[in-house]
């Protein structure tokens, strides 16, 4: 993997890298970064999905490397985390801005300790006030506790609300600047999929200009680039868009914006959830209020004043009603074309918050392959790498997704026209295999003998009947995968009745609470849903069965996927293959492969979905799982689970 990871930076052909766990991905292409890095004196980014991985990369396998190429390279490597500005402490806004107002824009700052200290907000905000003036970083992630997220957008902004380091009284201690700066001066920069997204579709540059770019986690590129690309209108933000704005114009302005907001807010709390393939006239005609509302609005604020205080005010007012407008003119320029030709889905969630109903209105990209190829893929050359990037066998899916060399037809039928405008860049695609023995170590066993799954979302008898021989055999040792959490909370609930053995269910506590527990006691099982699919390490005697409870197929009410299967069909091809086959093969493989995370462990995948032996793509599904010895035979599975509790 070192050697195409380098060949791929000689040549500027893009690279995809199937290395199973325990490879050592991230030193492979960590070594051949430096190296570049140095001899270049360029820097190479490194974009992951989780900050788990991202504290590996910079707390240990950098650090280390750095200690370990000293003698070979003509300098000490240097790196730097960086993040989106968000996750650090704005001083402009703690100290000239609203922070620790009961709504951040309802109080100014100064009444902050008399009026609000005694709630858990003005706790927050005092306590960040503090830390402040004690901190090197201002980085989120080192204040321990930690604060909500509501009490963190107190004392940070995003870059565009940002007044801009020149006109700002703290730009030259701006925390933010300061880890742009050291970014900007180090041979490898690790950062997140959001803020590569966010450097890759905004015209300013958040990244140090690079040429050379490594995904780890690159199975979860897409679907975070899409979260990036996603825009909403829902009743928090529109109200907080007409206050920030409300002091800064005339009453009159401020009045036709608070009425377009509120009847848009009522209108969309009344409307049935759901994707919308056609906009009638009433959403229509108060879509096109609010965007009018908003840019008017926009146009009465002057952005030049001096005063940093009001400075920051206006920025945080028109990036909150340029949004507004925005995300109201991109809902009504997607019903436009006719649905084959569209290249935006539109939907509206409603969502339980504590009891009561968020109507969220959503528009997302059908698409971001067009945006990958020239946005990203054209500008540097890429190397991606996971554990699960093959579906069905080979990488043809996740490259169409990405955007390179076109992938499968049905790939590309769901891509906007963008995406076909610029041709393919080349690229290759490499599994460098896996250090375990799969058809030695793991059983993947099919229950194929139980009845199909039904549309309720629980158990049947039969299946909660196999689920408890299943962990009567193991001991316990049991990580279960459910296509849902309230399949996982009932199955917890029953099997806490007929075990002896502890069951706990993702929502008790903290999930790395849970898993922590999980791991220092073999006896105990786990159940949860979709973060337990990807993110459980657990190694050892702890973990020795797998239980999957039905095909991962995406939900029929999804919006977006529902509507880029459609489009694979209006083109040629099979909708359901080009999407939800793709997309649960993927969690399958994401699923099998929490069971083997070290080269001694050994035990099952238990699929309890008997289509997985009988469906006519049942074979591409298993094309996508590490090759396990198969098994249909329930009793030679409970056999091998219980001779590994016995030797545990």
Avoid at 362 to 389: E, K, N, Q
Avoid at 560 to 583: C, D, E, I
């Amino acid at each position: 993997m070192a050697q195409a990871v380098a060949r791929a930076f000689d040549t500027g052909e893009h690279l995809a890298v199937q290395a199973g766990t325990g490879t050592g991905k991230s030193l492979a292409y960590l070594v051949p970064a430096i190296a570049r890095a140095v001899a270049a004196e360029e820097p190479v980014v490194v974009s992951t999905a989780t900050i788990a991985l991202q504290r590996q990369l910079v707390d240990r396998d950098l650090p280390r490397l750095a200690d370990a190429l000293a003698g070979a390279l003509p300098r000490r490597p240097t790196f730097a985390l960086l993040k989106g500005r968000g996750n650090y402490l704005c001083l402009n806004k703690i100290h000239n801005g609203s922070a620790g107002s009961t709504e951040p824009e309802d109080r100014p700052q100064d009444e902050l300790f008399d009026a609000v200290a005694a709630t858990a907000l003005g706790r927050d905000v005092k306590r960040l006030t503090a830390w402040s003036s004690d901190t090197e970083t201002g980085d989120r992630d080192e204040l321990k506790p930690g604060v909500p997220d509501r009490s963190w957008s107190q004392v940070s902004v995003s870059a565009r609300e940002c007044i801009g380091v020149a006109r700002c009284p703290f730009g030259t201690d701006c925390f933010a600047e300061r880890a742009r700066d050291k970014a900007g001066h180090s041979d490898v920069v690790v950062t997140n999929h959001a803020l590569l997204a966010i450097d890759a579709i905004s015209d300013a540059a958040v990244l140090p200009e690079h040429r050379f770019l490594i995904v780890d986690e690159a199975h979860d590129l897409v679907d975070r680039v899409t979260s990036v690309a996603t825009a909403e209108l829902s009743a928090t933000s529109l109200g907080i868009a007409h206050r920030r704005a409300a002091r800064l114009i005339d009453a009159e302005l401020a009045q036709r914006l608070e009425a377009a907001t509120a009847t848009f807010a009522s209108l969309i709390h009344d409307t049935s959830p759901g994707r919308m393939d056609r906009l009638d006239d009433e959403l229509a005609a108060h879509l096109t209020a609010l965007r009018d509302a908003a840019h008017r609005a926009r146009s009465a604020i002057d952005t030049s004043p001096a005063d940093p205080k009001a400075a920051a005010a206006r920025s945080e007012a028109v990036t909150a009603l340029t949004d507004l407008g925005d995300t109201a003119s991109r809902v009504l320029d997607s019903f436009g074309p006719a649905i084959p030709d569209r290249t935006d889905v539109v939907w509206l969630d409603h969502e339980d918050n504590r009891g009561t109903v968020r109507a969220v209105l959503r528009v997302a990209p059908l698409s971001v392959a067009g945006l990958l190829r020239a946005r990203l893929f054209g500008h540097s050359t890429a190397v991606l790498t996971s554990a699960t990037l093959t579906v069905g066998g080979n990488f043809e899916a996740m490259a169409g997704a990405w955007g390179l060399a076109g992938g499968d037809e049905e790939s590309e039928a769901s891509a906007s026209p963008e995406s076909l405008r610029s041709s393919p860049p080349a690229w290759r695609g490499i599994d460098v295999g896996s250090p375990f023995q799969h058809a030695k170590s793991g059983i993947l066993y099919v229950a194929a003998h139980l009845p199909a799954p039904g549309r309720d979302g629980t158990g049947s008898a039969e299946q909660l009947d196999e689920i408890a021989g299943l962990i009567t055999a193991a001991g316990g040792r049991t990580l279960g995968l459910f296509s849902s959490m309230r399949a996982a909370r009932a199955a917890a609930g029953i099997m806490r009745d007929r075990l002896d053995t502890p069951v706990l269910c993702q929502g008790e506590d903290t999930t790395s609470a849970l898993v922590e527990r999980f791991a220092a006691d073999p006896a105990t099982s786990l159940f949860g849903t979709l973060s337990l699919w990807q993110g459980v390490d657990v190694p050892g005697p702890s973990l020795s069965l797998v239980l999957i409870d039905r095909i991962p197929f995406p939900r029929p009410d999804d919006p977006l996927l529902t509507a880029r299967q459609r489009a694979v069909t209006a083109h040629g091809g099979n909708g359901f293959m080009a999407v939800s086959a793709s997309h649960a093969a993927l969690l399958l493989a994401q699923g099998a492969g929490r069971l083997l995370r070290g080269t001694q462990d050994r035990g099952v995948v238990a699929v309890l979905d008997s289509r997985m032996a009988t469906a006519r793509y049942s074979s591409y599904l298993r094309a996508s799982l590490p090759p396990f010895w198969a098994t249909t035979d329930s009793a030679r599975v409970r056999g091998a689970l219980e001779r590994l509790r016995d030797q545990a």
